[in-house]
């Protein structure tokens, strides 16, 4: 079996740069355009957009903003992922006043039924991942942030959309 190909940061600056640029906008208008969808007051800094290029791990949740902005799966960062676009990896859109943010408690029970269903233990997981250490799994179960790539090596894993382990938060 291969290993699955990671998200792809720095293709993800390609594609909001290029978008940025068709839509002739500025950095620091294109980031006002990605926080104006976002009803928490969770405020993604032009920094954090133009430093994907030449980071390795991303902040989920802003991410998840930047990509709906874009209106791309995260499965479309996936170099070879088989129908990245179809309808199943779509994103939800956020109503007036809310935020799309990853559901770690949902990524958490899922990961927990796989784990058990396989035999492993969160050793074997975290092994079998990478990049993880079995404290950070467990810690999912409290909620709090992940980041991409690894949150797309776990829905791999789990072979689940990425989408399925979001939640829409806010009023």
């Known amino acids: 079996m291969l290993e699955p190909a ?5 293709a993800l600056y390609d594609a909001l740069d290029e978008q ?3 839509r002739e906008l500025s950095w620091a208008a294109a980031v ?5 969808s976002n009803g928490e007051g969770f405020l993604i800094a032009t920094s954090t957009i133009t430093g994907l290029k030449n980071r390795a791990v991303g902040e989920g949740d802003g991410i998840l903003q930047m990509l709906l902005w874009l209106r791309r799966t995260p499965e479309s960062f996936v170099p070879g992922f088989p129908d990245a676009d179809a ?3 779509r994103l939800r859109e956020p109503g007036k006043g809310q935020t799309l943010r990853w559901d770690t408690r949902g990524l958490y029970s899922a990961l ?4 058990q269903a396989r035999g492993m233990t969160w050793k074997d997981v975290a092994k079998q991942l990478g990049r993880f250490t079995a404290s950070m799994l467990t810690n999912l179960a409290n909620g709090g942030r992940i980041g991409f790539p690894g949150v797309m090596k776990i829905v791999g894993w789990l ?4 989408a399925t382990f979001t939640r829409l938060s806010g009023s």
């Open 6 to 10: 990671d998200f792809d940061l720095k």
């Open 20 to 22: 940025r640029r068709a």
């Open 32 to 36: 006002r355009e990605i926080n104006r």
């Open 87 to 89: 309808e199943r990896f």
């Open 112 to 115: 927990n039924a796989q784990r």
């Open 159 to 162: 072979d689940q959309p990425a």
